[in-house]
């Protein structure tokens, strides 16, 4: 099949695919004559394993791991084991800051409860308060750098504050 079809069967965009298989994830697929990309079921069913893990928030790098696993079958799971716990960490600590995101932006929306002049909007008012006093505290070393980027976490075997696991396509 082509790339088209293969999209079409996978539910995923063309470029997605194209871009899994620079990255590794995916393998080139045979060209014809004319060279276009030929697919098989193979590739159908690779792109289904790494379209699921996307949908669990694994990283591409985390992917990448998996993929390696699942190609040498008779290697030992353990690392695949210390892959998810730390994924599960990453989850568990993702859900403390969503509550707390949540709960700071409830406690700005509680400060202003009926539409007025923008300029005595308390949300704004809060907002702007709390973005000097955040850049305020900062150290050089923190300047420009999120608290967190979603997807975003330590690979397997990587050093705390170690490059992060890779891009969300």
């Known amino acids: 099949m082509k790339i088209g079809e293969l999209a079409k069967t996978a539910q995923t965009q063309t470029e997605t695919i194209r871009y899994y298989e620079r990255e590794g994830l995916l393998p080139e697929a045979a060209r014809?004559?004319?060279?276009?990309?030929?697919?098989d079921e193979s590739h159908v069913q690779r792109l289904a394993f790494i379209r699921h893990?996307?949908?669990?928030?694994?990283?591409?790098?985390?992917?990448?791991?998996?993929?390696?696993?699942?190609?040498?079958?008779a290697g030992s799971c353990a690392d695949v084991n210390t892959l998810l716990d730390e994924h599960i960490h990453h989850v568990a600590t993702r859900i403390r800051e969503l509550k707390a995101l949540e709960k700071d932006l409830k406690l700005l929306r509680e400060q202003c409860a009926s539409g007025q002049a923008a300029g005595d909007c308390?949300?704004?008012?809060?907002?702007?308060?709390?973005?000097?006093?955040?850049?305020?505290?900062?150290?050089?070393?923190?300047?420009?750098?999120?608290?967190?980027?979603?997807?975003?976490?330590?690979?397997?075997?990587?050093?705390?504050?170690?490059?992060?696991?890779?891009?969300?396509?």
């Open 122 to 169: 308390g949300i704004l008012s809060g907002l702007e308060k709390a973005a000097l006093q955040q850049s305020q505290n900062r150290t050089p070393v923190d300047r420009g750098r999120a608290a967190h980027i979603h997807g975003a976490h330590p690979q397997v075997g990587a050093p705390a504050g170690g490059k992060a696991g890779g891009s969300r396509k």
């Open 53 to 73: 893990c996307r949908s669990l928030d694994m990283t591409l790098a985390e992917i990448r791991t998996l993929l390696n696993f699942k190609d040498a079958p």
């Open 32 to 39: 014809t004559g004319s060279n276009y990309r030929i697919y």
